[in-house]
């Protein structure tokens, strides 16, 4: 503001006090040259859009979303649906892989990441060059080469046996992937969750008040021994007593129909007036940073402009709801009731099984070729490529996070640390990592994000994720546009979740300043 | 894929630099072996055990590596026999001088430019080199005793079976058949020992050797090699390897390695010398040239001398020739009156005015009124903009000067670009696209680097500015493209793009899938370059206003050049991950050097399912590449001291 301001005045002075023209004025150029880019980038749109239109009408190619419901031609190499009815189906079949991939990734490159990381530091020369072979190796390479590599090199490994029956091992490693134990829900699950549930609420108010205790008489008093303990007796008596739960699906039954009962119309004005609510919130807090004791401070065209900005935003949203896409609302009630009955029917009389069940691997006979039955918990050639890939790849990175993160807390801390006479282990749990660990995380959370998207490169080797199986979805039907914006949207709501859980922790952990 | 390499790396960079630096001469001075040892790998029983297991790790994966590699079964053949394809994938034969040229262009270049601009630091110290030396010897005998011995092979050729399998040799034997090796590992031992005998500097400074001069001069051994051994040979002809007779690379091959090789010296002498004989304000003008050299040296390499143009001179004497004459004569004319003195708000009109014109062209093209030259509009458009930024130049009459200099030069490259560009190709290759293999990864690279630049910092700007729409736009853009993964824009390039275009217009999968990078890459290199902005002091927009300057001066002049330097690690670390990232053109069906080793020679006759050496000649290629740019990287940090400050 204030310079093209200052150059006006400046401008002024020397043409005694003439105006500059309406032109040169400050305002209207900024406000002008922002409208005509806009324009500008709309009518560009605008004319791809045309062309899009033109073109696809050439071609008979219909738009719309229609296809989502019609049946797929053809089977999905894995997943929680291999032969799925429909489209939209399928799509969500391969949402689901990508979000194990995604979860279960995260969770084994975090672990080997923070391991070499810490390793590479090591004083033990042997450890830290192995660590340092490992990352710089790793890292150098392109994630798409070596899950190709990886996926070479298990279709090169020796060929199941010809004998049937259950694997007496824990590990099987064959042409066809890898096949470890299974360890699943089993039928009383959920009514035993809810005691584990429980005993960890209580287990949590116990540990405080343990940690209180600690901090007050300086005795030792265990806390997090405490917690596993009260969290293990619950789940062992949850273990035999879970049946006694039966009744919480009634729950969840009253709970769908009354999500049922709802009307599109009262839906549509529960969304619109959340949007409201939320400008308006963010509205008032914005307005509450810029008041002093003074009062309110002088506002700019820019602090205008967030403030309409806000409240178009919840303009659009009501607009999209109720005129963009009125099914929406339909949508969201019949879904709802049917999550709220599928977690209904987790729970009943008859569900009196252990909750969990576990089983070996073990083979049989699939048409000519004996292959993994589906007793273990199999990850297939393509999927353990895409899998270890990512997890290799991503833990290299983390390495090099999780070191910065350590060499960033200053010598002092752990001088400090010694002086006191902590022993290294003590040192680094209690004081290096805890401060190591803010510097981490977000750095952390970009490689989440990373790993996330890098599973889309298992579209190289064929396993069913959300690109691959959209891949055969727009080669059947021709909605690459559809099928495109869907990835699109799947993958932003990916980040977005992860984001928000970092940033979670991100402000938990963050250094209270006065 | 991932912007970590630039976010971890200026912490990472830097603290064990200093922490070496700081400890080293005292550990150097008192340690002896068994103490480094007891120091190093047993100083406690925790750390013994995991030596020792780490240790039994390493030789293990170590054998199997080894084994692997030195198999008799391995088809190394199918990477000797296709270096030609997997580097530049069909070029065809009888025109790959051109190839040459291009590498002996860059190689010149760059050795000119190190001539030029580097810096001499301590060097590399003789002790190292000894040492590392030493290492590789003991590294080589190791890997002789690791390695399994291998199989026999009966007289017919065919491996020696009996009835546990093959037979392999003794231990002794195979130590005895591979004397080579242990002769390699002597003569590097042999000359550990005489390096580390050179005495100190008369100043008593460790003696020590030009890193540049001696890492040139490492090169020529793989270089003179070619003369001796066939490491690869780069085409079959009728079931033949082309070599020479004496089993040796094919003259093809080993005469332009040497050749390179001449002129990389040459020129890193030519321009030391002229360094040398040049004083500073002519240096530092020859840098600028050799800076602008770099810009535009991908673009003539690529579509004049790979492509090479058919040009049509009737069509360029009457058209194209006159009309950049009259651009270049009409456009400065109309730029020196818009920078005469006292032109004031007259010129501003103008300028605007000829936005406009420009405009209407473009409107004019959308409604298909009139039909007109793509390259006339594109050029009235890069008239008006220089018209818009002429008032910064108004006054003397050198700066006018200048800036129809600029003019004439822009409107020269423009449109001699423009016309090589819509000239057909004589080069025939049986894809679509010019070259493929390991050189159409690099092209792909450079040029959307090139390209993603510039936007990026526009982005940069937008996200930080004071224009709330330019912001909101930019963050937008920003946010969904850093969300998406890469490999769905560019099957929404590759797929999806050709819908957008007007019925009549075409573009290649090559064009589709570098915009699909360049947007995808500007997005990362923006929130990089906005890292650096940010580090700006408020103080520096404050003094630039108190002296007067206008916001472009401002942004061009004093806010771009602190901020791009503060953020050079971070875009180092965005060359690499854009460098790794050109291998998923391989799944959009680009013949690209991935390709190459996971589907065209595994479908050779001859080399039937060989994928595993191909792809990790690939690893080591990309590996080679992205290991020296970070290392580069982290040289380029220390030496900017960038978080220092």
Redesign the interface.
């Known amino acids: ?4 301001g ?2 006006g005045d ?1 401008a002024s002075l020397s043409t005694l006090g003439t105006r500059p ?1 309406f ?2 004025d400050a305002t209207v150029v ?1 406000w002008l ?3 005509v ?2 324009i500008l ?1 709309l009518l560009g749109l605008f ?2 859009a045309s ?2 239109q ?3 009408e ?1 071609r008979d190619i219909a738009t719309g979303y229609d296809f989502l419901g019609t049946a797929l031609g053809s089977d999905l190499g894995s997943g929680i649906d291999t032969d799925p009815d429909t489209s939209g189906r399928a799509l969500w079949v391969g949402m689901v892989n990508t979000i194990r991939l995604a979860i279960a990734g995260i969770a084994l490159a975090t672990i080997l990441g923070v391991l070499v990381g810490v390793g590479r530091l ?6 830290s060059r ?1 660590s340092s072979v490992f990352v ?2 790793l ?8 899950i ?2 990886i996926f ?2 298990i279709a ?1 490994l020796p060929r199941v046996e010809t004998d049937q029956g259950p694997i007496h091992g824990w590990l099987h490693i064959s042409n066809t992937g890898v096949s470890i134990p299974r360890v699943t829900i089993g039928d009383g699950f959920y009514q035993w969750i809810i005691f584990v549930i429980v005993g960890a609420a209580l287990g949590w108010r116990v540990m405080r008040r343990q940690e209180r205790r600690h901090d007050l008489t300086g005795q030792q008093t265990y806390p997090w021994l405490s917690l596993t303990g009260v969290v293990a007796v619950f789940a062992a008596v949850g273990w035999f007593a879970h049946p006694v739960l039966g009744w919480v699906g009634a729950i969840f039954d009253a709970i769908a129909s009354g999500v049922d009962a709802l009307t599109p119309g009262i839906v549509q004005l529960v969304i619109s007036l959340i949007a409201v609510g939320a400008a308006a919130q963010w509205i008032r807090r914005f307005l509450a940073s810029h008041r002093t004791p003074a009062g309110l401070t002088r506002l700019i065209d ?1 602090d205008y ?2 403030i309409i ?1 806000a409240g178009v935003a919840a303009v659009l949203v009501i607009l999209f709801v109720t005129l963009g896409w009125p099914g929406l609302s339909s949508w969201v009630i019949n879904s709802g009731r049917d999550l709220f009955e599928v977690i209904a029917d987790k729970f009943g009389d008859g569900r009196t099984g252990a909750p969990i069940a576990a089983y070996r691997p073990d083979i049989e006979q699939l048409g000519n070729f004996p292959n993994y039955g589906p007793a273990g918990l199999n990850l297939i050639q393509a999927l353990a490529a895409v899998y270890f890939g990512v997890v290799l790849y991503t833990a290299a ?1 983390i390495a ?2 999780v ?3 350590i ?2 807390v200053p010598k002092g801390q752990s001088e400090a640390a010694q002086a006191l006479g902590l022993r290294r282990t003590t040192m680094l749990r209690r004081v290096i990592l805890p401060q190591a660990f803010r ?1 981490i995380l977000p ?1 952390l959370g ?2 989440y ?2 790993l996330t ?2 599973t ?2 298992a ?2 080797i064929g396993y069913s994720d959300v ?1 691959q199986v959209g ?1 055969t979805v ?1 080669n059947q039907t021709g909605k ?2 559809e099928v ?1 914006s869907i ?2 949207l799947f ?2 709501a990916c ?2 979740t992860i984001s928000v859980v970092v940033n979670f922790f991100n402000v938990r952990m963050r250094i209270v300043e006065r | 894929m991932d912007d970590g390499d630039g976010v971890g790396a200026p912490v990472i960079g830097d603290k064990p630099a200093i922490e070496r630096v700081a400890t080293r001469p005292a550990e150097e001075t008192h340690r002896s072996s068994a103490e480094w040892i007891r120091k190093n790998l047993f100083p406690n029983p925790f750390n013994s055990f995991l030596t020792v297991a780490f240790g039994i790790f390493v030789l293990v994966s170590a054998r199997g590596l080894l084994n692997f590699v030195f198999s008799e079964e391995r088809g190394w053949d199918a990477v000797r026999t296709n270096l030609r394809l997997i580097f530049t994938h069909a070029y065809p034969e009888e025109q790959y001088v051109r190839v040459w040229v291009c590498v002996g262009v860059v190689v010149a270049l760059a050795c000119l430019s190190l001539g030029l601009f580097a810096s001499e630091g301590e060097g590399l110290r003789l002790r190292k080199i000894s040492n590392a030396l030493n290492a590789t010897a003991v590294a080589i005998a190791l890997g002789v005793v690791l390695r399994e011995p291998s199989v026999l092979i009966g007289a017919d050729g065919e491996t020696v079976r009996d009835a546990d399998g093959v037979v392999r040799q003794s231990f002794a034997e195979a130590m005895a058949d591979r004397w080579a090796w242990w002769l390699a590992a002597a003569v590097l031992a042999v000359v550990a020992l005489a390096v580390r005998r050179v005495p100190k500097r008369s100043d008593g400074s460790p003696a020590a050797v030009p890193t540049l001069d001696f890492a040139i001069g490492a090169m020529a051994l793989p270089v003179l090699s070619t003369w001796v051994y066939p490491w690869g040979h780069y085409a079959f002809a009728d079931g033949e390897f082309i070599a020479e007779p004496g089993r040796t690379v094919a003259m093809s091959t080993k005469v332009p390695w040497t050749v390179m090789w001449v002129l990389a010296v040459a020129s890193l002498i030519v321009g030391r010398w002229v360094r040398a004989q040049v004083d500073e304000r002519a240096l530092s003008r020859l840098r600028a040239v050799v800076a602008f050299t770099w810009l535009v040296v991908p673009f003539v390499l690529y579509w004049v001398v790979l492509r090479d143009p058919d040009l049509d001179w009737d069509r360029i004497f009457t058209v194209d020739a006159p009309l950049a004459l009259a651009f270049g004569i009409g456009g400065g004319a109309v730029l020196w009156w818009l920078t005469a003195d006292g032109r004031g708000e007259l010129g501003r009109i103008g300028a605007i005015a000829l936005l406009g014109f420009a405009a209407f062209h473009w409107v004019a093209a959308f409604m298909g009124w009139y039909p007109m030259l793509q390259k006339v509009r594109i050029s009235f458009l890069l008239l008006a903009v220089m018209a818009l930024l002429a008032h910064n130049f108004s006054g003397e009459a050198a700066k006018r000067r200048r800036l129809v200099l600029a003019w004439l030069v822009i409107t020269t490259v423009f449109h001699y670009f423009a016309t090589v560009m819509n000239t057909p190709s004589t080069v025939e290759t049986p894809t679509e696209a010019l070259i493929g293999g390991f050189a159409v990864t690099l092209v792909v690279a450079v040029f959307t680097l090139m390209l993603s630049f510039p936007l990026g910092v526009v982005l940069a700007l937008a996200r930080t500015s004071r224009l709330p729409i330019f912001r909101v736009m930019s963050t937008a853009y920003i946010e969904v493209v850093r969300g998406v993964p890469l490999i769905t824009i560019l099957i929404f390039f590759v797929v999806i793009l050709p819908l957008f275009l007007p019925a009549n217009m075409e573009i290649s999968l090559f064009a589709s899938a570098t915009l699909g990078y360049t947007l995808f890459s500007a997005a990362y290199l923006a929130e990089n370059v906005r890292g650096g902005l940010q580090s700006i002091r408020r103080g520096q927009y404050e003094a630039s206003d108190a002296v007067g300057l206008s916001t472009v001066q401002r942004t061009v002049f004093i806010v771009l050049p602190q901020s791009l330097r503060a953020s050079i690690p971070p875009l180092v670390g965005q060359v690499i991950a854009t460098f790794k990232e050109t291998s998923l053109l391989a799944i959009i069906g680009v013949f690209d050097i991935l390709r190459m080793a996971n589907s065209v020679i595994p479908a050779q006759t001859q080399f039937l399912g060989i994928k595993r050496e191909g792809l990790l000649f690939v690893s080591l290629v990309y590996w080679v590449f992205s290991y020296m740019l970070s290392k580069q990287s982290q040289r380029l940090e220390r030496r900017l001291g960038v978080g220092e400050r």
């Not at chain 1, 890292?139 to 070596?146: A, F, G, S």
């Open positions: 503001m204030s310079n093209e200052a150059a400046v023209p032109y040169r900024k040259s922002q409208v880019g806009l980038v004319f791809l062309q899009a033109n073109n696809l050439a090591s004083r033990n020369w042997i450890v192995t710089e190796t890292r150098n390479i392109p994630l798409l080469v070596q190709i590599l070479v090199v090169s820019d402009f967030r900005f990175f090099e996070v070191r910065g993160g060499l960033a510097v750095p970009n490689q994000l990373n998207k890098n889309s490169l579209i190289a690109v891949q727009y690459t546009l495109v990835w699109m993958y932003l980040s977005l």
